[in-house]
Structure formats: C-alpha cells, structure tokens
Nanobody, 121 residues
Framework: VQLQASGGGLVQAGGSLRLSCSAS????????VGWFRQAPGKEREFVAAIARSDDRTYYADSVKGRFTISRENSKKTVYLQMNGLKPEDTAVYYC???????????????WGQGTLVTVSS
C-alpha cells in the first residue's frame, strides 16, 4: 500500500488549500482515511477522518467549520479542503489509512510522505 499526499503550499491567512491523498495497492472503499498534521517541535495530531464506505466524518475542534474531508473512491483519493487558514495551521500534513474511522493515531498503519502547509500572517 502506498499513499501520496499533495497540494500543500504557502498561503496567506484566510486563504484556502485543497490537499489530496491518493492510494494504490489497496481496495480503497475498505479503509478509513485520516489526516494528521505535525508542526515543528510538536507531536502529530489528528485533523480529520472519513469512514470506509459511508459519509461519517470526524474533525478536530480546531478545524471544525473550516476544513472539509471528502473521498472519491473511484479515484482512490481523499481530499481535505481547508478554508479560513490560520498561521497555527502551519504544519506537515499526513494522510493515513485505518481499518475503521478513528481519531487515534494508533489505528493508522499506513502513511503518506506528508505535504507542507505554510500559512503566513
């Protein structure tokens, strides 16, 4: 299984970015996908997750109302639409796969390489 995260970049506060997580080698509808982020000197933290085959989603309180996670199984891709970005959203964003939807990093056993999001004030 391989995951490829993309879409990061430099954006001003208040701006938007859309991250993509593309998978290969795994029947995509059978896994939940989560986004986590890691800022310099901090632990990796949960951002959002989407269930295997229904529309259930989880969000961290810090991104609720600003970020939206979605999936397109035919393309084996999960998206993270990020609006209203803040400087504190600056981090490397990783996507991971889990057998079920979860906010716990412990349930995710495959990770992409990460994509850097930098939000300037």
């Amino acid at each position: 299984v391989q995951l490829q995260a993309s879409g990061g970049g430099l954006v001003q506060a208040g701006g938007s970015l859309r991250l993509s997580c593309s998978a290969s080698g795994q029947p995509f509808p059978r896994v939940a996908v989560g986004w986590f982020r890691q800022a310099p000197g901090k632990e990796r933290e949960f951002v959002a997750a989407i269930a295997r085959s229904d529309d259930r989603t989880y969000y961290a309180d810090s991104v609720k109302g600003r970020f939206t996670i979605s999936r397109e199984n035919s393309k084996k891709t999960v998206y993270l639409q990020m609006n209203g970005l803040k400087p504190e959203d600056t981090a490397v964003y990783y996507c991971g796969m889990s057998p079920f939807i979860s906010m716990s990093i412990l349930t995710y056993n495959y990770w992409g390489q990460g994509t850097l999001v930098t939000v300037s004030s």
